[in-house]
């Protein structure tokens, strides 16, 4: 049996436009309720949560169950930390901080096996089905699925040879880093800013690529879908809660005083 078939590698070879939230929680039973709210793919985020390999895998077990892709963004490019995160089932990986082609290239081939990278073998992982799948092997390379991130002045200058990097799936811009690297730290809808996003996910589409970004609402998915993009994160879960909660207390603060 060959290595699952990554549904998300083939929209974003499609071009297809798709939607998606950051799941933080680090909670199994919320990344399933996430898997049936109805996004084409979560986050499980291990670089702004309190994640470890052990929690992700959970997540991706009640994800799979779902049948909606899980993408984990890993707290940075280091191999071992890559090597663990796809031995636990991962397929689809986000990479922060990304700024240099050569950084880039590494990533992809430390998600994959020899030839084509530098993985660890290990027959009885997860993602091999403990040993059981006797084609995984062979086939796990092809459905590797790498996202880099695209958040700072440096990548943005960089950006040209970052989009000549064989097996980069997608380039996600972050804008709120993004303004911090350039001098607007909380405020990414400054007009450098977004002159520079808009300049950033043209380029990516015209290239051929999956262009990806953080929108936090329909307004700003509907602009940066003007610009290009198609691959929308919409928010993440914690910031749902906190804004559904506090809301309902206000509203009874309203009744009871």
Known sequence: MPARINLLK??????????????????????????HAGFDWIVVDSEHST???????????????????AVVRVVEGQNHVIKQFMDAGAQTLMVPM????????AMVR?????????????SGTRAGQFGLNADYLSTANQEACLIIQIESQIALDNLDALLEVNGVDCLFVGPSDLSADMGHLGNPGHPDVQEAIEKALKQIRNAGRSAGIYVGGAEAARKYVGWGANFLAVGTDLGILAKAVSGVARDLRTVVG
């Open 10 to 35: 083939r929209m974003l070879r499609e071009g297809k436009p798709s939607v998606g939230l950051f799941h933080s929680l680090g909670s199994p039973l919320a990344a399933e309720l996430l898997g």
């Open 51 to 69: 994640n470890d390999v052990l929690s992700v895998r959970d997540q991706l077990v009640a994800l799979d169950a779902t049948g909606v892709p």
């Open 98 to 105: 990304v700024e240099s082609s050569e950084y880039a290239s």
């Open 110 to 122: 430390a998600m994959r096996y020899p030839p084509d990278g530098i993985r660890g073998v290990a």
